[in-house]
T-cell receptor
Framework: NAGVTQTPKFQVLKTGQSMTLQCAQD?????MSWYRQDPGMGLRLIHY???????DQGEVPNGYNVSRSTTEDFPLRLLSAAPSQTSVYFC????????????????FGPGTRLTVL | QQPVQSPQAVILREGEDAVINCSSS?????VHWYRQKHGEAPVFLMI?????EQKGHEKISASFNEKKQQSSLYLTASQLSYSGTYFC??????????????FGSGTQLTVLP
């Protein structure tokens, strides 16, 4: 198993550009999520999905879109990049035995380091 | 509202013990603990669920006081490999927040030889 993979590893954008961060998992997990991590801070949830076709907003969703057309893939789209979106982005996936609550570990991808100039 | 972790940083000698605390203002369903080394992704340590169930690595010890909405992570006989930043994440029992983890700002643990 490759686990959770993310591409690209590094990206530099100019203000106003758009791009998509890719995330894929091969563990057949229903739950997937995107976090951002700023220096000296914890992880903040951007968007999450509990299954194909189902997405919801997290703590800091503004400026980001997501879609979930398959169980495996959960891309994050930056609509119009801003310097405030400079951060490290982590994708994570999890199996949830209860179906409604997070009761199992999240597997994190290696992260994408994004700089917006 | 994010949980509050204490201490913010701790330095230990190999073999010493440490306790990291996590406190929330909300009623919790679960507390999750992760460790992150510099430049790497967070790695799962333990989940503590309302009702007493725990899932995690056998060498990790933690507690969850549901009434006080607090959790503590116990690191005993620390090893050099324990160094890193420890994060707690909480899932609160309130409308609209299920399946959302809110993470604290982390506790930086350094173990010296």
């Amino acid at each position: 198993n490759a686990g959770v993979t993310q591409t690209p590893k590094f990206q530099v954008l100019k203000t106003g550009q758009s791009m998509t961060l890719q995330c894929a998992q091969d563990m057949n997990h229903e739950y997937m999520s995107w976090y951002r991590q700023d220096p000296g801070m914890g992880l903040r949830l951007i968007h999450y999905s509990v299954g194909a076709g189902i997405t919801d907003q997290g703590e800091v969703p503004n400026g980001y879109n997501v879609s979930r057309s398959t169980t495996e893939d959960f891309p994050l789209r930056l609509l119009s990049a801003a310097p405030s979106q400079t951060s490290v982005y982590f994708c994570a996936s999890s199996y949830s035995s209860s179906g409604s609550l997070l009761d199992d570990e999240q597997f994190f991808g290696p992260g994408t380091r994004l700089t917006v100039l | 509202q994010q949980p509050v972790q204490s201490p913010q940083a701790v330095i230990l000698r190999e073999g010493e013990d440490a306790v990291i605390n996590c406190s929330s203002s909300k009623a919790l369903y679960s507390v999750h603990w992760y460790r992150q080394k510099h430049g790497e992704a967070p790695v799962f340590l333990m989940i503590l669920l309302k009702g007493g169930e725990q899932k995690g690595h056998e060498k990790i010890s933690a507690s969850f006081n549901e009434k006080k909405q607090q959790s503590s992570l116990y690191l005993t006989a620390s090893q050099l490999s324990y160094s890193g930043t420890y994060f707690c994440g909480t899932e609160s029992i309130s409308s609209g927040s299920a399946r959302q983890l809110t993470f604290g700002s982390g506790t930086q643990l350094t173990v010296l030889p």
